[in-house]
């Protein structure tokens, strides 16, 4: 056999389980593999589309709730209401910053917005789709999101 085809196989071979033990499953809901980064796959902007047991969010045609992740740790929401009052219709939108970090074991969401602190465990964190769920809100909420970009 060649030797410097033996040589190149080593080194795809290594380069291939490096990726997979960084990349490994680790959320409930998966994925089992990725070839992006944690980091990579939650930078971005995401759109609420759902939410399970939780009555601080209701998610329809009137209200919207936007989360965009930076990778210098900056995260903002942006949220969305329209309503009606006596025959008018009336949006209001308004916008929270604050600073984002994974747990150390990357198990969780951590969030700092102006000292208050909320914690979400990620259950699914693939490039378009995040599910965390929460306890901060009362009930567990279940979130899922949609990256938008």
Not at 39 to 59: C, N, P
Not at 106 to 128: A, G, P, Q, S, V
């Amino acid at each position: 056999m060649n030797y410097n085809f033996t040589k190149k196989m080593v080194a795809v071979a290594s380069i291939v389980g490096a990726l997979y033990l960084t990349s490994c499953g680790k959320y409930e809901e998966g994925p089992e593999f990725s070839l992006l980064s944690k980091q990579a796959r939650i930078t971005g902007t995401w759109t609420l589309i759902s939410v399970e047991g939780d009555d601080y969010f209701d998610v329809d045609n009137d209200e919207s709730l936007e989360m965009a992740i930076e990778k210098d740790n900056d995260i903002i929401f942006r949220m969305k209401e329209t309503y009606t009052y006596e025959g008018e219709t009336h949006t209001y939108t308004y916008s929270i910053k604050g600073e984002w970090d994974f747990s150390d074991d990357k198990e969780y969401l951590e969030i700092d917005i102006d000292d208050e602190y909320l914690e979400f465990e990620i259950l699914r964190l693939t490039n378009k789709e995040l599910i965390i769920e929460t306890s901060s809100f009362g009930d567990n909420g279940k979130m899922e999101f949609e990256k938008k970009d």
